[in-house]
T-cell receptor, first 113, second 113 residues
């Protein structure tokens, strides 16, 4: 079936380095993608989104890249800080305009001081 | 900043008992979602409301789960009877009428003993 997945369950980076979290999706009809951050015991928090008619979008310290050719999504975090430690999920809207998001399994980002 | 409110924060119950979760979405958000998140996995949609109507409940175990949003504002999710496998985080989310960016509450952590 259709699914959204992440390449690595855990990513460990040094404080101050840049982080790259990857996600592969399988539904070519998906037209909207979101990255969420989830800290322990909390609900997912919106980070950044991108529509399928774009290939890059920047926020504050974060950049999302979309490669529709290979169905790949990535989240780049610049100058990673201890507060960035969390689980990161990518999610795709299946293109039905219903708002139904399909979430991947998540990547745990660990920031070493 | 407006938030999605959920209660209770934690719930411990014995199997075969009934449990109920409450959610108050961000004011003005017409679309409300209930997601279930098993530890270590991404959230999975249980039910989606547009105002007071169910839009998608295809993943809701209807033999034991029910959800309502009678006045199109707050919502209740019920499980009766609870089973051991229902132990999970139950997340509520809402979005404006343009159903893309979802805002999540902090969730209800359910433990079934």
């Amino acid at each position: 079936g259709e699914s959204v997945g992440l390449h690595l369950p855990t990513l460990s980076v040094q404080e101050g380095d840049n982080s790259i979290i990857n996600c592969a999706y399988s539904n070519s009809a998906s037209d909207y993608f979101i990255w969420y951050k989830q800290e322990s015991g909390k609900g997912p928090q919106f980070i950044i989104d991108i529509r399928s008619n774009m290939d890059k979008r920047q926020g504050q310290r974060v950049t999302v890249l979309l490669n529709k050719t290979v169905k790949h999504l990535s989240l780049q975090i610049a100058a990673t800080q201890p507060g960035d430690s969390a689980v990161y999920f990518c999610a795709e809207n299946m293109g039905s305009n219903t708002g139904k998001l399909i979430f991947g399994q998540g990547t745990t980002l660990q920031v070493k001081p | 900043e407006a938030e999605v409110a959920q209660s209770p924060r934690y719930k411990i119950t014995e199997k075969s008992q009934a449990v109920a979760f409450w959610c108050d979405p961000i004011s003005g958000h017409a679309t409300l979602y209930w997601y279930r998140q098993i530890l270590g996995q991404g959230p999975e949609l249980l039910v989606q409301f547009q105002d007071e109507s169910v839009v998608d409940d295809s993943q809701l175990p209807k033999d034991r789960f029910s959800a309502e949003r009678l006045k199109g504002v707050d919502s209740t999710l019920k499980i009766q009877p609870a089973e051991l496998g229902d132990s999970a985080m139950y997340l509520c989310a809402s979005s404006q009428s343009n159903p893309e960016k979802l805002f999540f509450g902090s969730g209800t952590q359910l433990s079934v003993l």
